[in-house]
């Protein structure tokens, strides 16, 4: 069976560097908001090209921070409307609820799967104050077109960068670059994964970079005085050491992964089954290679009995779950034709390639 992903295979490459940081992990004793912390800050602050990181506990943790931090900035207030995509991942969408903020779904673009610039436009009110755009399953989201947009509006522009660690813009920027502050995720999965929880904020914004080093760490600097509620979202300090680790893998992994879909691209041919948007590659990190089939469950199906396993990201909408039940009679045709017909192929650094010449002939021979 070729596995869809082998979390343990992909750690085991770093085992001897992960056993000899945690020795020195062991040796000095410094478990919390340390100096792996700080450095993986800036190696990742460096990696992004930006001016600030700041180290947190995961990716939901980071998105929430960003809007209770533009609160206390009075950037932001209950009750402001932020848009965002209607087929992303529930946590985007979460992160905006649980701040008091309410979320204002809009229709992607079928091809790219990314939010689409001419339905943020029409969704603008005046109590419309930000734009969460999803570089959603590592394709960076129209960037020209959601700048043009939030600077004609005057809306903060953040990005959720959980599933883009290293994609690039054609001017060079990176994701977590292309807005005013971004959210990352380390969550296990992700093409930069921790071993437990982990996430990161990165920003140019001196003034947000400021309250967020507080408001992760119960709203304290260096000393007690406390000018902030703020929480216990700290990025872990041997999450920190071992993602140190890791980042200086990630474009070599990111590479192979694009160079696994330009396989798929060019070889892969089913009537049946429609090949995700292939162009602008290197704003593409393929965190997931999504096919789209009007026979999704039928293509499963096949295969697994050939084989290969094969996840759906995501299954139900979040306006269809229960817990969004308030957004239930709302309609989004395209989101829900996306949830219906996706389905994500295996794409990670380690597929051999005659793994990857597998799925391609097995794909091709789906009729
Ligand atoms: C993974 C993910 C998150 C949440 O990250 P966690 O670290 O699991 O909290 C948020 N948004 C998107 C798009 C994600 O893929």
Request: charge should be neutral.
């Amino acid at each position: 069976m070729i596995k869809f992903l082998d979390l343990q295979k992909i750690n085991a490459r770093f085992e001897t560097q992960f056993q000899e940081k945690f020795q020195d992990f062991l040796s000095l004793g410094q478990y919390i908001l340390g100096e792996e912390v700080s450095t993986f800050e800036s190696e990742y602050a460096k990696y992004c090209g930006t001016k600030y990181c700041i180290g947190v506990s995961s990716g939901l943790d980071a998105l929430q921070l960003i809007f209770e931090a533009y609160k206390i900035l009075g950037k932001l207030e209950d009750g402001d409307e932020i848009i965002v995509p209607a087929n992303t991942y529930i946590a985007s969408i979460l992160a905006i609820s649980h701040k008091g903020l309410k979320p204002v779904l809009v229709e992607p673009n079928l091809e790219t799967f990314n939010i689409n610039p001419i339905e943020v436009e029409k969704a603008i009110t005046p109590k419309t104050k930000a734009i969460l755009g999803v570089h959603l399953y590592g394709k960076l989201y129209d960037v020209a077109a959601l700048n043009k947009i939030s600077k004609a509006y005057n809306l903060l522009l953040i990005e959720d960068a959980a599933q883009a660690h290293g994609a690039v813009y054609r001017d060079g920027r990176k994701a977590g670059n292309v807005s005013n502050t971004a959210a990352f995720s380390f969550y296990p999965t992700k093409n930069l994964g921790a071993l437990g929880e982990a996430g990161a904020i990165t920003t140019n914004d001196s003034a947000l970079a400021e309250v967020l080093y507080r408001l992760r760490n119960y709203g304290r600097g260096t000393s007690y005085k406390n000018d902030y509620k703020g929480y216990n979202c700290r990025l872990d300090e041997i999450q920190a050491a071992f993602l140190r680790i890791k980042l200086n893998y990630l474009d070599e992994d990111n590479n192979r992964r694009r160079e696994i879909a330009s396989r798929y691209f060019q070889d892969m041919n089913s009537e049946n089954v429609k090949l995700p948007y292939s162009k602008d590659l290197n704003e593409h990190v393929f965190h997931l290679f999504v096919v789209r089939s009007r026979r999704r469950e039928e293509l499963k199906d096949y295969l697994y009995k050939n084989g290969i396993e094969t996840f759906v990201h995501y299954p139900i909408p979040t306006h269809k779950q229960k817990a969004y039940q308030g957004l239930n009679n709302q309609k989004y045709p395209i989101t829900e034709k996306i949830h219906k017909e996706v389905l994500s192929l295996p794409i990670n650094q380690l597929l051999e390639t005659q793994e990857v010449e597998k799925i391609v002939a097995v794909i091709s021979n789906y009729k």
